[in-house]
């Protein structure tokens, strides 16, 4: 996986294979959730709880973190490597 905003294709998946992008976000109902970006359509997804996206890898693709309410102050989170 890339990191947020940086487009990247799947250059090891297969050519006639799709990738199923699987949305599953457990934030809370004020925060803005993600956004899914398929370049070459020209199309975005909001990335809600228990929704899909199916798209060939080998197209360029991104996503947008979930954003807070202006004001919310992020919880440090331990780093578990």
Known sequence: ???FGEGHTDEGDDEAGL???ISNSRIPDDYESGHFHLFGA???MKLKPMSAS???GHSKHSGTPPIAP???RLPKMPIDI
Do not use: P, Q
Request: aromatic share 20%.
């Open 1 to 3: 996986m890339g990191f």
């Open 70 to 72: 202006k004001g919310v």
């Open 54 to 56: 199916l798209f060939s």
């Open 42 to 44: 020209g199309v975005y």
């Open 19 to 21: 990738t199923c992008m």
